[in-house]
């Protein structure tokens, strides 16, 4: 007997079982459930948004916060402008900003937290150092900052100095890039960011390259 509309419904929609595990699940081919679904009007999911739902099974991995105190509110306002100019902007998927500077790692570090509400494990640290730095020392510097344990910063191998003088001593720890990857919330950010001004349709590469270059080895699924 063919399933309801009722079934396929919660199957298919509620608890997000793609056609072809609601098609092992109850004895038929592939096709036969796409037919059924087709047939009662049910509407297909696009291959982004099941791939979503795959790595996000109990749903998005933030949530923002409404009614925002004043103090909520001015984290917000300045945290849109970190990003705006120091953020990556130049994928579809990554909210990230990197900087050498620890109190604005901390700050956009609360802001993903306490306004986002992304679950902990989904955001992720990257380290960049260079050849006159130790990882080591940089790496207790930053979870020092952080308060966090060490095995959540990632590192890559380090790169030739920029510069000399000022720029080491400002760099003396290194670049610390923190992202979060998810679809949803990047447009969620970039949304926000054109209420005030900003233009989506020009890219910003360069600081995308540069918050991001410290990601290539370790960078989780985009859908994550």
Known sequence: MPPSKKLLTKLYLEKHFSATEIASLLGFSENKVRYWLAKHNIPIRSRSAANY??????????????????????????????????????????????????NMIKIFYTFLQTICNVKENKIYFYLQVFKNQSVESAKDFW???????????????????LGKGTYNKINKYGVLTIAVYNIRLKKWMIDELSKIGYNPDIKD????????????????????
């Open 205 to 224: 590469k360069l600081l995308g390259c540069r918050s991001g270059q410290t990601e290539r080895s370790v960078k989780p699924s985009a859908q994550a």
């Open 53 to 102: 739902h795959r790595y996000n099974p109990d749903g998005h991995p933030f949530s923002i916060k409404k009614d925002l105190s004043i103090a909520e509110t001015q984290l917000f306002n300045l945290c849109l402008g970190l990003y705006w100019g120091e953020g990556g902007k130049s994928t579809h998927h990554a909210t990230r900003l990197g900087n050498s500077d620890p």
């Open 143 to 161: 979870v020092k900052q952080l308060n966090i344990s060490q095995d959540r910063i990632n590192t890559c191998k380090p790169t030739k100095p």
